[in-house]
């Protein structure tokens, strides 16, 4: 496929901005931290707990712990109540702030194993009967950025690009864009992937404090099509701070000194994330 040479200049110009965003006066200011689900979507279950609330206890003490040690930042949350807040409302407080940095806060789990519990006999052949039984065992963090360089992942910023077409002039108002064409999602991915590496830097700092300072287990730093990280046009990740499904686990997620762990954790990353990144 040939870019017009229009398409072209406005790409070339995409790769010059999205490196200046970052080597002039670039300065943390503004971060976004999510609580994930809320309200009727309680997110994943453990034994006594829901990933609701404990996403959300962890979120304010993070803010808190923001608020306290890095008080030149301001601090948005997306929710401080348990309420549900759709997912592009969530990306659009950040976006619309201009945040730096944003964080997602959730708790993972396990879905239920399919077992053999007995056999039983059909027309004289032994035929096994199944259940399902929880997966208390699986356990550790992993840390999550847009995978917005699939192309299988890019449904999600088809419907919503789709929508300018609603809009009267849309062609004049957003420069000759058309969600129609092909040669748009190239320029979408390009801006998408400004953010990238940030996302991948702030992600692996997350990770490596988890494991080494608190010595949880690592699943690693993943790139996946999670909507929420799709929509955000800044730096942003979605941390999986452990498996409420495992019993272990979920009395550490629930704990005053997990949850400051965790929080602490996180805030080392950013703290190690901004002194690196920052340009004066």
């Known amino acids: ?20 965003v970052f080597s002039q006066g670039y300065k943390v200011k503004t971060i976004v931290i999510d609580a994930g689900h809320g309200g009727d979507k309680p997110g994943a279950a453990g034994s006594y707990s829901l990933e609701k609330n404990v996403a959300l206890q962890v979120a304010l003490k993070l803010g808190r712990k923001f608020e306290e040690d890095m008080p030149e930042v301001k601090i948005l ?61 699986t356990r550790g963090t992993e840390t999550f950025v847009a995978g917005s360089h699939r192309l299988n992942e890019q449904d999600a910023a088809i419907r919503e690009n789709a929508d300018i077409t609603l809009e009267k002039d849309y062609k004049k108002n957003y420069d000759g864009y058309d969600p129609n064409n092909p040669e748009t999602f190239i320029i979408l991915s ?7 590496d940030k996302s991948l830097k702030l992600a692996r700092l997350i990770q490596n404090n988890y494991t ?8 690693g730093v993943k790139e996946q099509g999670i909507l929420i990280l799709q929509r955000c046009g800044l730096p942003a990740v979605l941390t999986e701070i452990g498996f409420i499904s495992n019993p272990t686990e979920e009395k550490y997620l629930n704990s005053a000194a997990g949850q400051s ?19 004066n």
């Open 212 to 219: 080494n300072d608190d010595n949880r287990v690592d699943r």
């Open 1 to 20: 496929m040939r870019l017009k040479p229009t398409i072209f200049l406005l790409v070339m110009s995409l790769f010059i901005n999205s490196a200046a």
């Open 190 to 196: 390009l801006f998408k992937n400004t953010y990238r």
């Open 77 to 137: 949350y997306t929710r401080k109540t348990d309420i549900d807040v759709p997912f592009f409302k969530r990306a659009a407080i950040a976006n619309d702030a201009k945040a730096d940095i944003f964080i997602s806060i959730h708790c993972n789990s396990m879905p239920d194993r399919k077992v053999v519990t007995g056999y039983t006999k059909r027309k004289g052949k032994k035929v096994a009967r199944y259940g399902y039984v929880k997966n208390k065992v």
């Open 261 to 279: 762990e965790i929080v602490n954790s996180i805030f080392k990353a950013v703290k190690t994330y901004k002194k690196e990144t920052e340009v």
